[in-house]
């Protein structure tokens, strides 16, 4: 047998073409892609299928540590599962340093989470919560040349924000070690203080987490995190960018020369602030920061994604179920700024986007496989084995039916959250088999292979740090 695998009769859509032919696969990678390949043990039949790379999704939160009382809703085994049916074939989800934690201690539990339960290939973005200059000076090279090549840096929340002159040191350490950084920019100050004066007067309902952090406090951090970027002369990436002021913040930096980037998310195309505004406590479905906004921020959204300010569309997936021991802790009722920020994603980032987006005729079909998954290896080091469908490069496909219709619902999805904050979402376009590396993961409601064949990626230092332009 020439392949191990022929699909046949679909259509191939990469960042750049869209195409009818074959593709065969051989030892796990496309060996072949032509017309009429023959000579496999198995063949797929793709007629009608549009046949584009596995979705990679930088921007999750799996198996995180927390506030005591709180537990994420998803382990590697949930969270990678729902990635497959949700036409994802790598994920990318943070390894958080505690403070007076090192960094490989921190990695060492993450990876001890992830062994054996992963059913797509991951790879780990470091958070520096404690940048010491043992981190910084020791630490940190080591590690980017081990393959952990991008970090994270936090503008608030207690346990994460750093101070101007750390923001600034890692940046520094980054530029040194070409390590490429991405930026949670919310101000704390800016932030504490909003939130005092609401819960001053009585206003402590979920819909008040908005009106905590208005525009102008994401708008802000994004400037001075631009403005870092450009004293210590590193690339950044601004990540969920909500609203047309912060998209505007990156959009001058780059007209100035700057390579800034940015990163937008699904709940920013089709969620509003109305939404935390629910009776009792369903609003704290939707409490994820920075908060969904106005529909005018979600034309602006649209509008970066357009026009290439925003290069990756990625799901902060960072889900708490509505319960007891996520959104809803004792503390919560007391007020907005003890319910856990985040929401699910993962599974229904795809679908979303294609939806809205090509089935409506905002973005083309090869700007959904840029946005999905392109330039997401190529931002972070697993470009060409990842993100595209070429020959030599992984067999992560996914098999999507451009027709079919469904309407999101809770009782359909396989992640470990209790609700999705997309439910009753009517969407064309459904991811209806799932490929990693030559081996078919899922298919259509089924979970092929119950033995995880996820693998751990290390990666490349992304060509974005030394000013390629390679997006
Ligand atoms: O609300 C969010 N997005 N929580 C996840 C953590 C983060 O900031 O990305
Ligand atoms: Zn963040
Ligand atoms: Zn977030
Ligand atoms: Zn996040």
Redesign the pocket.
Known sequence: MTFDTIIKGGTIVTAADAFMADIGIRNGRIAAIGEALEGAGTVIDATGRLVMPGGIDSHV?IAQPGAPEVVMAEDFTSGTIAAAFGGNTTVMPFCLQQRGQSLREALKAYHAEAEGRCHVDVSFHLILTDPTPGVLGQELPALVEEGYTSLKVFMTYDDMVLKDRELLEVMAAARRTGAFVMV?AEGYDTIRFLADALEAEGKTAPYYHGPSRPVAVEREATHRAISFAEITDVPIMIV?VSNRQAMEEIERARRRGLNIYGETCPQYLVLTEEDMDGAAMEGAKFV??PPPRTTEDQAACWEGLQHGIFSVFSS?H?PYRFAEDGKLTAKAHDGFRWVP??IPGIETRLPILFSEGVKKGRISLNQFVALTATNHAKTYGLYPKKGTIAVGADADIVLWDPEMTRTIDQADLHHGCDYTPYQGLEVTGWPVMTMLRGRVVTDGETLVNEAPGGEYLARERSPLVEGRQAL
Request: with cysteine.
């Open positions: 939160h949670h969920h994820c920061s902060d960072c920020n985040g």
